[in-house]
């Protein structure tokens, strides 16, 4: 079942990789890593950070 799923996902991130316009893709790449937070334990706590950051929309 396991790989079922896998193999379903990694199907369907293909197929929406495919449609996305390389511009998208290009500013993208380009934005990865731009921005610091200036916390060291973001990897760690991210999910925390995340549900704070939704709670304060």
Same mark, same amino acid.
């Given at each position: 079942m396991?790989?079922?799923?896998?193999k379903?996902?990694?199907q369907?991130?293909?197929?929406?990789r495919?449609?996305?316009?390389?511009? /998208?893709?290009?500013? $993208? *790449?380009?934005?990865?890593?731009?921005?610091?937070?200036?916390?060291?334990?973001i990897?760690?706590?991210?999910?925390?950070?995340? /549900?704070?950051a939704? $709670? *304060?929309?």
């Amino acid at each position: 079942m396991a790989a079922l799923i896998r193999k379903s996902v990694d199907q369907l991130v293909e197929r929406e990789r495919m449609q996305w316009p390389a511009e /998208v893709v290009a500013r $993208a *790449k380009q934005a990865a890593g731009r921005y610091r937070s200036g916390s060291k334990d973001i990897s760690a706590n991210h999910d925390r950070y995340l /549900v704070e950051a939704i $709670a *304060k929309r």
